[in-house]
């Protein structure tokens, strides 16, 4: 080979090392479940904001609530193509394919928001992203959350005998289809957007749910007895694809990384902030309200244990974190 062609491919060569490490004008995608009044949902709009203004206008993210993309198994599906970029996922569809993550869901795990806000800030609780590019193809870039789950139920609950039969609402996974289960209710997996029509013609008799979503969907009008049990939390994963984020320079994946990072701690905070003015607004609404602890469902939890300790190694680690922040 001459000097002459060998310095031409060199340069080229430094040409497209320079290209790939330049930021690309990108449209993305972003889906989610929630309804846009949800704060989900807003923080989703304001990191679309952000991430249009931090980029000097070069990236551009479309916000998807409601559901519009599909629900979350189809929307996973998308990410793992890269037909969609970006997702804020309830945990729900990761532990049914990553069966770890589903120890974020074990009974009382944690004592309320604030201790959920602090394991999902954990580095024990950030290890279990290490599995999701291999295991679903994500790239799982922070958590969020909502409060944590009560029973809205037609009939009143005041044993955890009173479970047995009720048709009882949940969110989709294997986690807390297998609590409700060993309660002896009749789990009935079922879409957010649905739940309110299901409990107004009587599909369901009860539903797993948290306050700020009793509120927003006012799910209290067909229903008047609330279970105050605080048995679990639930985590939301902000995740980017993983063939989507192959392709993106390491300058536009720190950037991405870091503006989501920050809204997915707004809504952690957020729902640290609203928990106590929610919980009084709900006591003051014509309820029926009894409250519930681990003692009441004693024996489903040692049944959900007997499960999940197997099938989620990661339990283990979670609850000595959890006990250290109790501290
Ligand atoms: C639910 O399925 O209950 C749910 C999902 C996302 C946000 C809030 C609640």
Redesign the pocket.
């Known amino acids: 080979m001459t000097r002459l062609k060998t310095l031409t491919l060199a340069v080229a060569a430094a040409a497209l090392a320079a290209t790939s490490l330049t930021a690309q004008a990108r449209e993305f995608r972003l889906g989610l ?2 309804p846009p009044q ?1 704060l ?1 949902s807003t923080e989703a709009e304001a990191f679309a904001q952000s991430l249009h203004e931090r980029s000097d206008g070069e990236h551009s993210v479309s916000v998807y609530p409601a559901q519009q993309l599909g629900n979350e198994a189809q929307m996973v599906q998308q990410l793992q193509t890269g037909a969609l970029d970006m997702a804020f996922l ?1 945990i ?1 569809e990761i532990s049914n394919r990553i069966p770890d993550f589903g120890a974020l869901y074990a009974p009382y795990l944690v004592d309320g928001v604030d201790h959920a806000a602090a394991l999902l800030r954990s580095d024990t609780a950030a290890e279990l992203f290490e599995l999701m590019p291999a295991e679903v193809g994500l790239v799982g870039l922070g958590y969020g959350m ?1 409060g944590m789950r009560q029973v809205l139920s037609r009939s009143p609950i005041e044993s955890q005998a009173d479970m047995r039969g009720q048709r009882l609402r949940i ?1 989709p996974f294997e986690p807390i289809r297998d609590f409700y289960t060993a309660t002896g209710a009749a789990p009935a997996p079922m ?2 957007l649905e ?1 309110y029509d299901a409990l107004a013609n009587g599909q369901v008799d009860a ?4 306050f ?2 009793i509120l927003i969907l006012k799910f209290y009008e067909q229903a008047n007895n609330l279970l105050i049990s605080n048995h679990m939390m ?1 985590p ?1 994963v902000g995740v980017v694809s993983g063939r989507v984020w192959r392709e993106l320079s390491a300058e536009d994946r720190e950037l991405i990384e870091t503006t989501m990072a920050e809204h997915l701690e707004n809504v952690l905070a957020g729902f640290q902030a609203m928990d106590a003015a929610q919980e009084e607004e709900i006591r003051q609404l014509d309820l029926n309200i009894v409250e519930a602890d681990a003692e009441f469902f004693s024996e489903a939890i040692a049944e959900w244990e007997a499960t999940w300790a197997e099938k989620a190694p990661m339990l283990e680690a979670l609850r000595e974190e959890a006990e250290r922040l109790r501290q």
């Open positions: 479940i929630t949800h989900w309830t729900a909502v969110t879409p957010l739940v539903i797993d749910m948290d700020d979503s639930f939301m």
